[in-house]
C-alpha cells in the first residue's frame, strides 16, 4: 500500500510539473514574441456591415447597462445591427421590448428576438440569431460587458486579410477591487490573457475565442460548422473548429472590454464548473480530429496541453489527499527520497508564481499589490479543486448538464451588493460543499501533522491547502445562508 501511495503521489506531481513547465514556456514564448504585435490596416475602410449580437437569459439587472453601451459605440448607423438574442423566462423580457422600443425610435437598428424554448442554450442564440443577421462580421457580449465606444473602430482594421476569421480582445474588471474573491479572479484571468492568449497567437499556436468580447467574420462562423451545443464551451469548441479549418484568429492585448465578475463564490463556482466541463468535453470531441489532421506536431500538442490542462484539478485533490499519509510514510519507514518527491510542487508553485507575475508587470503600474495576492489565489485554486474535479469527471463521462448562466449583480464599487439579487436563490449548499468542509479539517491535521513531526518544508502548502478548502467552503455556506434568508 505504501509503494501504492507513494507511486500515486509522484505520477500526479509528475503531471502537474509537465503542465507547470508548459506555462513556463508559454512565458518565454511571449517574452520571445514580445515585439510581433497585430498588424492593424491604417487605411481600413469601414463599409462592411456589423451586427453586434447580445445573448441574454434573465439579466433584469445589467441588460440596461449592456444594451445603452452597445448602442453608444461608434460606427456608420446605417452598416450596424444589434440583436438582443433574448432567451429570459422573467421581467428581463419586458424591460428589453421597453428598452428597444426607445431605442428604435432614436434611429437605431436595434432588434428584440425572444425564444422560449431555449434550445442549444447560448449556442442555440447565436445560432438562431445568425440567420437572421445581415452583417459581414458578428460581434458579441456578454450581458456583463460594457464595451468601448471606439471597440468596432479598434478590431475591425486587425482583419488585414481573407483568412482572419476572429478578433478577440483582453477583458477588464469594472469591480476587480471588490472583494478578495474578485481581485483572484482578476490575477487568474490577467495571466490567461496577458500570457497564454498573448504567446499563443504571436507564435501561431491555436488560440481561443473567450465567448463574449470579439468579432467574427461571418464566413467564417458557417465555414466551421457554426455554433453547436454538444459541449456546453461553444466558444472553444467553434474556435478549434474554425482554426482547424485554416482560418487565422488575432488577439489583442491593447484593446480592452470592461466586464463584471462573479461577486460571490457560489456563482464563480458554477463558472468554473462550466469553463472546466466545457474544456473537458471540447478535448473528447476535438482532439481525435486534430490528431488525424495533417497540421504541425507543435500545433497537435500544444493544443492537447491547451485542452487537457483542467485535468490537473484532480490531481490537485488527489495531492491534497494524499500529503498526509506520505508524510507519515516518510516518518514511519525512514523514506527520506521523499522529502524530494513531496517538494516537487515547490517548482511548480515557482513557475506559477513566476507566470503571474510576468504578467502584472506587463499591464499593471501597482503589481506589486496584485501579485501579493498570489497564495491567496494558489489556495482559492486548490479550494476549487473539489468542485471543479467533478466537472472534470462529468465531462470525461459524457454526463450532460443543463447550460448555468452566472447570475450578473451590477456591482462596481465596495458600497454596491449582490445580496438582493432575485437570481442568487438559483445556488445553495449541497454535498460538494460538505465535502470541500471535511478536507478542510483533513487538512487541518496535516497542518497538526508538519508541526509536531517538525516537517516544517511541507507546512507552507498544507497550510495552503487548508485554507483554499476551508474559505471555499465557508464562503459556500456564508453567501448561501444569505440567500436562504431572502427566499424565506
Known amino acids: 500500500m505504501n509503494l501504492f501511495i507513494i507511486s500515486l503521489y509522484t505520477i500526479a506531481m509528475a503531471i502537474i510539473f509537465v503542465y507547470s513547465l508548459h506555462a513556463l514556456y508559454l512565458v518565454y514564448l511571449r517574452k520571445k514574441y514580445n515585439s510581433l504585435t497585430p498588424q492593424h490596416c491604417k487605411d481600413y475602410q469601414f463599409t462592411e456591415k456589423v451586427t453586434i449580437q447580445l445573448p441574454v437569459y434573465n439579466e433584469l439587472y445589467v441588460v440596461d447597462r449592456l444594451i445603452n453601451k452597445v448602442c453608444n459605440i461608434d460606427y456608420p448607423q446605417h452598416l450596424l445591427e444589434i440583436q438582443v438574442l433574448d432567451d429570459s423566462t422573467d421581467e428581463t423580457t419586458n424591460l428589453i421590448k421597453k428598452i428597444v422600443e426607445e431605442k428604435k425610435l432614436s434611429g437605431i437598428n436595434i432588434t428584440h428576438i425572444h425564444r422560449t424554448d431555449r434550445i442549444g442554450y447560448k449556442a442555440g442564440a447565436l445560432n438562431h440569431g445568425l440567420q437572421k443577421a445581415s452583417g459581414d462580421f458578428i460581434a458579441v457580449f456578454d450581458a456583463d460587458f460594457l464595451p468601448e465606444k471606439d471597440f468596432l473602430k479598434k478590431t475591425l482594421p486587425c482583419f488585414t486579410n481573407a483568412n482572419i476569421g476572429m478578433v478577440q480582445t483582453r477583458w477588464e474588471y469594472i469591480n476587480e477591487d471588490y472583494s478578495l474573491v474578485t481581485k483572484a479572479q482578476a490575477l487568474a484571468l490577467d495571466g490567461h490573457f496577458v500570457i497564454e492568449q498573448t504567446a499563443r497567437n504571436r507564435a501561431g499556436l491555436f488560440i481561443n475565442f473567450n465567448g463574449t468580447g470579439g ?31 485554416g482560418w487565422k484568429f488575432v488577439f489583442i492585448s491593447d484593446v480592452t472590454c470592461p466586464s463584471e465578475l462573479p461577486a460571490e463564490i457560489n456563482s464563480l463556482k458554477s463558472q468554473q464548473f462550466r469553463w472546466t466541463k466545457g474544456a473537458i468535453e471540447t478535448a473528447k470531441k476535438i482532439l481525435p480530429q486534430l490528431w488525424k489532421s495533417e497540421l504541425p506536431a507543435r500545433i497537435k500538442l500544444f493544443s492537447t496541453l491547451h485542452l487537457t490542462c483542467n485535468i490537473v484539478f484532480p490531481l490537485v485533490l488527489l495531492i491534497a489527499l494524499l500529503n498526509l499519509p506520505l508524510m507519515l510514510i516518510k516518518i514511519e519507514e525512514s523514506y527520506t527520497h521523499l522529502f524530494s518527491v513531496m517538494l516537487i510542487f515547490s517548482p511548480a508553485f515557482l513557475i506559477s508564481f513566476y507566470f503571474y507575475l510576468v504578467a502584472q508587470k506587463t499591464i499593471s503600474p501597482d503589481w506589486k499589490k496584485k501579485i501579493i495576492l498570489f497564495p491567496l489565489f494558489m489556495a482559492g485554486n486548490m479550494g476549487l479543486s473539489v468542485n471543479n474535479t467533478r466537472a472534470v469527471v462529468e465531462g470525461l463521462f459524457n454526463k450532460k448538464t443543463p447550460f448555468i448562466r452566472t447570475p450578473k449583480f451590477s456591482i462596481k464599487n465596495k458600497n454596491d451588493s449582490w445580496q438582493k439579487n432575485k437570481y442568487i436563490s438559483e445556488y445553495s449548499v449541497n454535498l460538494y460543499t460538505v465535502i470541500e468542509l471535511l478536507i478542510a479539517l483533513y487538512c487541518l491535521a496535516g497542518v497538526a501533522a508538519s508541526l509536531y513531526f517538525y516537517e516544517i518544508a511541507t507546512l507552507p502548502f498544507q497550510l495552503m491547502f487548508f485554507f483554499g478548502f476551508t474559505a471555499v467552503a465557508v464562503l459556500s455556506i456564508k453567501h448561501s445562508g444569505k440567500k436562504k434568508k431572502q427566499g424565506e
Open 215 to 245: 468579432v467574427w467574420k461571418k464566413e467564417c462562423i458557417l465555414d466551421a460548422g457554426n455554433w453547436q451545443h454538444d459541449t456546453i464551451t461553444e466558444d472553444l469548441d467553434l474556435s478549434y473548429r474554425a482554426q482547424m479549418r
